[in-house]
């Protein structure tokens, strides 16, 4: 791992949330290979990934839903697993899929959950009415959730999840399916949650919001944390290479194999469609690329160029697009 | 036990709001057990027509006048109606052919005196058209006459030629013509174990939908695993039995709620008594502890709502059919005593015992067999590998 932040072997008072160690296999496929991180007191910490790295296994073992097979996680100085009461009353959880009750009003889903975590009575009601307006349902409270669009289910979704004022809110891709006013909705809630102090565990696999919530981020791939630290410490990772995307047809390994030769060029990934090509300095290495590609048999269809961020974080340590 | 109860009140809430329990556990049953009785209720009562006899009787012959009346006399037993109308020899096939009766009687000239003598005398019994049981009946009361009728004959014939005065033969033979018979069939009373046809059918149809109504139980459990709620309330402070044991009172209070109403119900409908209430009561909960045991065995094989439909259906009708919910079914040795065994079979033969008479007292056998079958069950789903754990 490339690890650009020091001091998180070690539990602090501070730290909310401290997974070590943790391993998790399913058969022969080990899902989550000894990943540790720590998320303190008002921290947001994303685990940003593509589809299939092992985000949400280690959300199931966070939350207690299933046991690591090595490795602890501790919430709030609790041992957290499976059979584990008294940890759980710390966190919250949103998961992936829109964990709601279809036959229950919004009021009533959260009134559910909000007793099953030990509120009642006055509490209940007042903080109900409070996640309500928060989620912007004011106006169909008591309306079934089967009768809600997506992007209210996924509000509703969130809600449960904070209903209790948890010391640490676990949201699994929160925004997957979401239009787009809705997401924006969404991402404005963890902020403000963030700023009220609540710690924020959040796996995404859109490096905007990574970038855009969280104070720390660790980049994991095939079960392994592959880098970890704020998004300029990441980024810095890539030394500070730009990258230019050559989108096109034609004979990309030709192509591949001629930019790899070139001085200026750092690293060559592709794909069938597009090649990335990490550069030290791309608006004078550009023309250059252009012509080497070209020349060798590829047919251009686009060029882009961007400056370092998570993306080319993500390709730097992986070899692979954070979205194949 | 807070959240114990949470669940199961919104679970409930849930359920009725889906109105698919209703519709499956209450209304479903019922309308089968109305089709069924239709279906099935003339086998088993049937009902007697009103039917006219037409007899061609010769003039003062005394014993076909006997055989006449004895026809006659079925009048208003049993509910058969019986209509004697005398008629010409060569009208009687007529009458029967035209449908104007349902069946004709025919006795010879010399009928009585061939009787007296000991020779043969033929009486003819003509079936009208569409004509059924009654026919039958009627036939089996002119046979069972004339045989009674040969009887005495004979026995005056013997007493003639052992030498006996002409008084003592009349006595003789007015004694083996009217004297009750020595052997005598009754119909059999019900054993306490046995219900009528109609009180099985609705208890049977009961115990059957009882297995499908806690089912929605284990649907409910294994919709929740695919729908994500299951992960949400598993992160949730508590321990991780209160949800399974939450999705079994809720199958629990489903399962006693529906069979009270469907034996309230088929009762009412159908004039079946099922005895003490309390009694009822309390077989009632030992059935529907027994089938909710069987929602643990479903939840740990199925992976899948479908999954879980299917096994439970299975399970349902073999146990239903097995245990008389659509016919009665008998069998002895130890395939009996295997059938004793199904909770389907256990709850009827405990609802004939209450509609008998019987009290909790009686009820031992069946609550016995009912929480064994609940027990054992628990134990199969306690060891049988739970396919759905890692979803």
């Known amino acids: 791992m490339a690890s650009v932040a020091a001091g998180h072997d070690g539990s602090t008072s501070d730290d909310v949330l401290v997974a070590a160690g943790l391993v998790r296999r399913f058969g022969d496929l080990t899902a989550v290979d000894g990943i540790s991180f720590r998320i303190g007191r008002g921290e947001t910490y994303g685990l940003l990934g593509p589809n299939g790295a092992g985000k949400t296994t280690i959300i199931s073992m966070v939350a207690g839903l299933i046991a690591a097979d090595a490795g602890t996680v501790t919430v709030a100085g609790q041992r957290m697993g499976p059979t584990a009461v008294e940890p759980k009353r710390h966190i919250g959880l949103v998961p992936q899929d829109l964990a709601i009750y279809p036959e229950l009003t919004a009021r009533e889903n959260l009134t559910l959950f909000g007793k099953l975590q030990g509120l009642s009575g006055a509490a209940l009601t007042g903080r109900v009415d409070e996640v309500i307006e928060l989620i912007g349902l004011t106006g169909r409270a008591k309306s079934l959730s089967k009768e809600f669009s997506g992007g209210m289910k996924r509000r509703l979704n969130i809600g449960i999840g904070l209903l209790h004022q948890p010391t640490l809110l676990i949201l699994d891709e929160p925004t997957v399916g979401v239009d787009p006013q809705s997401r924006n909705q969404i991402l404005e809630s963890v902020e403000q949650l963030a700023v009220e102090g609540m710690a924020v565990l959040y796996t995404t696999h859109y490096m905007e919001e990574a970038e855009r919530l969280c104070d720390r981020i660790g980049i994991i791939d095939s079960g392994l944390l592959q880098a970890e630290g704020t998004r300029d410490e990441l980024v810095r990772l890539t030394a500070g290479a730009d990258l230019v995307r050559l989108v096109g047809t034609g004979d990309l390994a030709a192509a591949t194999e001629v930019l790899r030769s070139l001085p200026a060029v750092q690293q060559v990934n592709g794909d069938r469609h597009a090649l990335h090509v990490t550069v030290t300095d791309a608006p004078a290495a550009v023309a250059q690329i252009v012509t080497s590609a070209t020349a060798a048999g590829m047919k251009l269809a686009d060029v882009e160029i961007t400056r370092p961020d998570l993306e080319s974080v993500f390709l730097h340590l992986t070899g692979k697009a954070l979205r194949d | ?391």
Do not use: C
């Open chain 2, 1 to 391: 036990m807070r959240q114990l109860w949470t669940m199961t009140q919104y679970d409930l809430r849930q359920r009725i709001r889906d109105k698919s329990v209703i519709i499956f556990a209450i209304i479903v049953p019922l309308a089968l057990m109305f089709v069924l009785d239709l279906v099935m209720g003339d086998l088993t009562n049937p009902e007697l027509e009103p039917t006219t006899v037409a007899a061609s009787v010769p003039v003062d012959d005394q014993l076909a006048t006997a055989l006449v009346d004895a026809v006659r006399a079925l009048d208003g037993n049993g509910g058969l109606a019986i209509t004697v109308q005398p008629a010409p020899a060569q009208a009687v096939h007529d009458l029967a052919r035209a449908g104007t009766v349902q069946v004709g009687l025919l006795v010879p000239d010399g009928f009585g005196a061939a009787l007296q003598q000991g020779r043969a005398a033929e009486v003819t019994i003509v079936s009208g058209e569409g004509t059924g049981i009654e026919q039958t009946i009627v036939a089996s009361v002119v046979e069972s006459a004339v045989e009674r009728f040969s009887a005495a004959a004979l026995a005056a014939a013997a007493g003639g030629a052992s030498g006996l005065a002409p008084a003592e033969l009349a006595a003789i033979g007015q004694e083996v013509a009217t004297a009750a018979p020595t052997l005598s069939l009754s119909e059999g009373v019900a054993s306490v174990e046995q219900l009528s046809s109609t009180g099985a059918l609705v208890a049977g149809q009961a115990g059957l939908f009882l297995l499908f109504t806690v089912g929605f139980g284990v649907t409910a459990l294994v919709t929740e695993r695919e729908q994500g709620t299951l992960g949400r309330l598993r992160s949730m402070p508590m321990p991780a039995w209160t949800i399974v044991t939450a999705k079994a009172l809720v199958s629990f209070i489903l399962g006693i709620v529906a069979t009270t109403i469907l034996l309230a119900v088929g009762g009412w409908f159908f004039e079946v008594g099922f005895g003490s209430p309390l009694a009822v009561a309390v077989l009632i909960v030992a059935a529907v502890t027994a089938a909710t045991s069987l929602m643990f065995v479903i939840a740990r094989v199925a992976r899948t709502v479908e999954q879980a439909n299917i096994a439970q259906s299975i399970i349902a009708l073999v146990l239903g059919i097995a245990g008389g919910a659509f016919f009665p079914i008998t069998a002895s040795g130890w395939i009996g005593s295997v059938l004793d065994l199904n909770p389907v079979s256990a709850f009827t033969r405990g609802l004939g015992i209450t509609a008998g008479g019987g009290g909790l007292a009686g009820l031992g056998t069946p609550l016995l067999t009912l929480l064994a079958f609940a027990a054992v069950v628990l134990v199969v789903a306690r060891l049988i590998p739970d396919r759905g754990a890692g979803q």
